[in-house]
């Protein structure tokens, strides 16, 4: 019952007049970020229709200059010798009321980390930072690629953040605070993370969840412990951020069954169109 | 819709056991896990089941994705060391591509799950194709070797004569293929277990769909709480399909206050254990991961 009424509260919020300005900055990244968010599919139209207007996209909106933004997603690490991508995070800073870090490069630098120069046709372009090296973050979104799925959720919180009513900016206080937190941890996570913060702190549990996320398979079980194999590891920091170990959430993740219903609530109409 | 601060949500709690001959022979306890997964393999609710089969040393669990009902049968009975279960969340769906993934694990298996599916960091596909999750109540879970040096040296028994072990009564059972049954006090267990456990506050598998465990029920029974929508929509059917007897848990013994009082012990002493990571060094403290 009370749930039936937090999604219909969603859609009674959901007038166009209301929507929320979203942006995806475009830094040192592979565009696997983007592709993730488009992976949306129906979903992404569902929130461009009723929730968010696309103001800023290198690749799908016809705008230069970086505008005024409720939440901008940047993707990709900054090259601190090319003075146009500093320039932009600044700017993104400047004008928007949340920066999401979209993906493991812009939260931790990820595989631009390796990054040494010298090659052709701009050799002075080797040094990339995280975008947390240069300004502040207020949201994490790890992963190479993220997942479709949780950019989708943040875009959903965020806008309920920023319009929805009393509870529902409580949820979404609630659901986006673990990755505010990651954002405030810093900007290096790799296998090492698990190994100080969850092995060695004696709070592993063997679960193998850190294995699934890898995706550059460098994390295997030894009877029962999770092995990291160094020289694979990318530094995306996807196993940190999945271990149930390095942050739980309790009293969100137990009401999954009703915060996956409001977030299907919130994109309904965009299923129907299938 | 049940809410207790130790025993979770639920819709409701039952005693039952598996009516199928061929599961209930080789079951743990009632058959409910291997039953359900089978269930909803066969009804198409899952394509799949990540279940804690047979690794390549004896009791030591390897977790695989079961495609078939022998698959499924193949991970029966507890064996009470880790089984990184839920490594294979994420390749489920894609080298198997399965859509509708089940999922089999003790509390903390079900709390990975449940992450994976909100938080999904790196774990695409999994949130929409989780169709159901069984969890094991769990009191704390051993390394392999520690587990070998229970049965081996505590036991005195070799590991691969060994049918079935089980913890109750205060104590660990290890039964053997000719019908030998050794016991080891419990407080001899209590230092091969794994630390990570003694900071889990949850006994019961608060976050499954449906939780299963010995515990409460009589011998040979299992004690099943049905906790979400999904988990009671399977349940009713497979129980009108005539699956499983049930009997209310009011008229079984010991029943659920004797749930409720293991439950307490857990999660309070590891309250504790937290309380006491607080102040672990000088104004020093260890991470909390709840916190
Ligand atoms: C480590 C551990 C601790 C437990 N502690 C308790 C307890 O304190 N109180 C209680 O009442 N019950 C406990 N159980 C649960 C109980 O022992 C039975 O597993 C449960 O009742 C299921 O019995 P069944 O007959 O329904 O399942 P079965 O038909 O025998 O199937 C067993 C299922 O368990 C899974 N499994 C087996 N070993 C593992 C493992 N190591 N990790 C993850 N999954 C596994 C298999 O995938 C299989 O699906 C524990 C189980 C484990 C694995
Ligand atoms: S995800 Fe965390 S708790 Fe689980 S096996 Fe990996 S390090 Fe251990
Ligand atoms: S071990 Fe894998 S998941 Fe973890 S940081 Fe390295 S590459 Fe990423
Ligand atoms: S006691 Fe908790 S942490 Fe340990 S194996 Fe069982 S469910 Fe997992």
Not at chain 1, 12 to 36: F, R, Y
Request: proline share 4%; with cysteine.
């Amino acid at each position: 019952m009370e749930l039936l009424e937090k999604v219909e509260a969603i859609k009674e919020a959901k007038s166009v007049a209301n929507k929320i300005k979203l942006g995806h900055v475009h830094l040192s990244g592979c565009t696997g970020c983007l592709v993730s968010v488009a992976d949306n599919y129906q979903g992404f139209l569902k929130i461009l229709d009723d929730y968010a207007d696309l103001v800023y996209c290198l690749t799908l909106a016809d705008v230069r200059h970086i505008p005024e933004m409720d939440v901008a997603l940047v993707e990709g690490s900054v090259c601190i010798q090319d003075r146009e991508s500093v320039e932009d995070i600044k700017e993104t800073r400047k004008k928007s009321r949340i920066v999401v870090a979209l993906g493991s490069c812009a939260s931790y630098g990820n595989i631009t980390r390796f990054c040494r120069g010298g090659q052709h046709n701009q050799p002075q372009h080797e040094s990339y930072l995280p975008i947390g090296d240069l300004i502040d973050v207020d949201v994490y979104i790890p992963g190479c690629p993220p997942s479709p799925e949780l950019i989708r959720n943040v875009a959903i919180m965020a806008y309920l953040l920023l319009e929805g009513n009393e509870e529902q900016k409580a949820l979404a206080g609630r659901y986006l605070k673990p990755l505010m937190d990651l954002a405030k941890r810093g900007t290096t996570r790799c296998f090492c993370d698990l190994m100080n913060d969850v092995i060695n702190q004696g709070l592993c549990i063997g679960c193998g969840i850190c294995a699934a996320s890898c995706p550059v398979r460098a994390i295997a079980h030894e009877f029962g412990k999770p092995q990291g194999d160094l020289n694979l590891c990318i530094k995306c920091g996807s196993c940190y951020g999945a271990c149930p170990r390095s942050f739980f959430n309790p009293d969100v993740i137990s009401e999954f069954e009703s915060i996956n219903e409001i977030i299907a609530g919130a994109l309904k109409e965009g299923e129907k169109d299938d | 819709m049940i809410e207790d601060p130790y025993l979770g949500k639920y819709v409701t709690c039952v005693s039952a056991r598996s009516t199928d001959k061929e599961i209930l022979k080789k079951a743990q306890d009632g058959g409910i896990a291997t039953a359900l997964m089978v269930y909803a393999l066969e009804q198409g609710i899952i394509d799949g089941a990540i279940v804690a089969g047979k690794g390549d040393l004896p009791w030591k669990p390897r977790p695989f994705v079961a495609m078939s009902r022998e698959d499924i049968l193949k991970a029966q009975r507890a064996k009470y060391n880790i089984s990184p279960q839920v490594s294979w969340l994420k390749e489920a769906t894609r080298s198997f591509g399965l859509d509708k993934v089940g999922v089999t694990g003790v509390c903390c298996q079900m709390q990975a799950v449940r992450k994976a599916q909100l938080y999904p960091i790196n774990m695409r596909d999994v949130p929409g194709k989780v169709a159901f999750a069984v969890g094991l109540f769990c009191m704390v879970n051993f390394p392999y070797d520690s587990i070998q040096a229970l049965v081996e040296d505590h036991a005195n028994k070799s590991f691969s004569s060994v049918k079935k072990m089980e913890f109750g009564k205060g104590k660990f059972f290890v039964h053997t293929e000719r019908g030998n049954v050794s016991t080891v006090p419990l407080k001899e267990t209590h230092k091969y277990e794994q630390s990570g456990c003694h900071v889990c506050l949850d006994y019961v598998s608060n976050l499954a769909d449906i939780s299963t465990g010995s515990v409460g029920s009589p011998d040979g029974w299992s004690t099943v709480f049905i906790r979400t929508k999904v988990g009671n929509e399977i349940w009713s059917k497979a129980v009108a399909e005539g699956l499983f007897e049930t009997k209310p848990i009011e008229e079984v013994k010991p029943g659920l206050g004797l749930v409720m009082k293991l439950a307490k012990e857990k999660i309070d002493k590891n309250r504790k254990t937290l309380e006491e990571r607080r102040n672990f060094g000088v104004n020093k403290a260890l991470r909390d991961p709840y916190a």
